[in-house]
């Protein structure tokens, strides 16, 4: 039987938040990926690589794996109706809802999060807590059916961790042999506490402006939860 | 001023080889990068997510960078003269002549590896030999301005040293933390050594007819290197 596993794209998404978990679950053999958005034109990720909608809100087939990747596009994505609908009708019978990065923010704009343990990146993840969720640190997270990974690479741990999910541990490990998933980062700056200060004020100043914009939407979709 | 980094697009590359150090470079103020190919026509990778160039062999600036990132589709591109001989006129000037996975193939038969210590995917690490290079084992490899990189994931280890290399680290050091690159693996089979021998006979497998066409075509160049 196919699972159908199907990401959430849209303008400004992190490429790496999709292109790393999109790489593993290609490589299960019983899984077909799907980009999924409002219409089939290309939108542009924050990297200027395009992505071209596999199929559209309309016409998706039900979902395995619901996967909502972050990017500076989640913003503008809390508060449209038309994307936060389908993601909850997806949501109702997904065997898995999941987000990588500040994906999570869409699921909780779309009221699924609901004292619920959930991360984000580590610059948002205080941020879920305005969507009802219990903000919880961790590369993956899990609580129930609810899948979140913290930011952009954390996608990739993620890929694997839901591929053993569906598919059993050694599915997962032979994807990890393939893409030879022996990280070895050549500086330790990976969080907010191994990175020397001048690098998590780089960070925070670079982000900032973003980070301003979520807190103003969710300070406005907080005060009405989507969730009927 | 800028710099110019370049990766060569080409039918079937495997996708995250690209889109991983693609991710990084993107975040390097200073940096263009730039998706290199024949023509401007979308080009398909492993994974069915499409690359569309942004400049042709043609017309592409001097790179200060340039990569090569693997796939299936590295084969033919081991016997295609157009495109060695696009490799080998960026690779006199730039600063950095790299690969990911199996693009260090192309480079070798592009003449550029005669001699030099280089890696590739662990499955293809010994087909260097036969083209002139002395395989290396290592996530990213160095010989002065050639820097190789693993299989796949390696690439995201190469990009933050590349960016280092180019910028200093705590240029790399600010990605890393943007990318929140503090990698987790749930499961420890990311190397042939350390997966369990059933994964590394079912990876074997999987790869079996993409390395027997490998090794053909390089018993074939390897007589006729295109060192000239």
Same mark, same amino acid.
């Given at each position: 039987?196919? &699972?159908?596993?199907?990401?959430?794209?849209?303008?400004?998404?992190? #490429?790496?938040?999709?292109?790393?978990?999109?790489?593993?679950?290609?490589?299960?053999?019983?899984?077909? /990926?799907?980009? /999924?958005?409002?219409?089939?034109?290309?939108?542009?990720?924050?990297?200027?690589?395009?992505?071209?909608?596999?199929?559209?809100?309309?016409?998706?087939?039900?979902?395995?794996?619901?996967?909502?990747?972050? !990017?500076?596009?989640?913003?503008?994505?809390? #508060?449209?109706?038309?994307?936060?609908?389908?993601?909850?009708?997806?949501?109702?019978?997904?065997?898995?809802? @999941?987000?990588?990065? @500040? !994906?999570? &923010?869409?699921? !909780?704009?779309?009221?699924?999060?609901?004292? +619920?343990?959930?991360?984000?990146?580590?610059?948002?993840?205080?941020?879920?807590?305005?969507?009802?969720?219990?903000?919880?640190?961790?590369?993956?997270?899990?609580?129930?059916?609810?899948?979140?990974?913290? !930011?952009?690479?954390?996608?990739?741990?993620?890929?694997? @961790? /839901?591929?053993?999910?569906?598919?059993?541990?050694?599915?997962?490990?032979?994807?990890?042999?393939?893409?030879?998933?022996?990280?070895?980062?050549?500086?330790?700056?990976?969080?907010?506490?191994?990175?020397?200060?001048?690098?998590?004020?780089?960070? +925070?100043?670079?982000?900032?402006?973003? +980070?301003?914009?979520?807190?103003?939407?969710?300070?406005?979709?907080?005060?009405?939860?989507? @969730? /009927?």
């Amino acid at each position: 039987m196919t &699972l159908h596993i199907g990401f959430l794209v849209f303008p400004r998404v992190q #490429q790496l938040d999709l292109t790393g978990p999109y790489e593993i679950f290609s490589l299960l053999p019983s899984a077909t /990926v799907h980009l /999924v958005w409002k219409d089939r034109e290309i939108v542009t990720s924050t990297t200027g690589i395009g992505f071209t909608p596999t199929t559209t809100f309309a016409e998706c087939p039900m979902l395995d794996v619901l996967c909502v990747p972050g !990017g500076i596009g989640v913003n503008p994505l809390m #508060q449209d109706a038309e994307t936060l609908a389908f993601v909850r009708r997806q949501a109702e019978r997904a065997r898995f809802v @999941t987000s990588v990065c @500040t !994906g999570s &923010l869409v699921l !909780g704009a779309a009221g699924l999060l609901e004292g +619920r343990r959930a991360t984000a990146h580590w610059l948002a993840r205080d941020a879920l807590a305005g969507l009802g969720a219990i903000p919880t640190a961790g590369r993956v997270v899990r609580d129930g059916n609810l899948i979140t990974a913290g !930011g952009v690479t954390a996608g990739i741990d993620f890929g694997l @961790t /839901v591929v053993a999910e569906l598919a059993g541990r050694e599915a997962a490990e032979t994807i990890q042999l393939h893409l030879e998933y022996a990280p070895a980062p050549p500086f330790d700056a990976g969080t907010p506490e191994t990175a020397p200060p001048p690098v998590v004020a780089a960070v +925070r100043d670079r982000l900032a402006g973003s +980070r301003a914009e979520r807190q103003a939407i969710i300070a406005a979709v907080g005060r009405s939860p989507a @969730t /009927v």
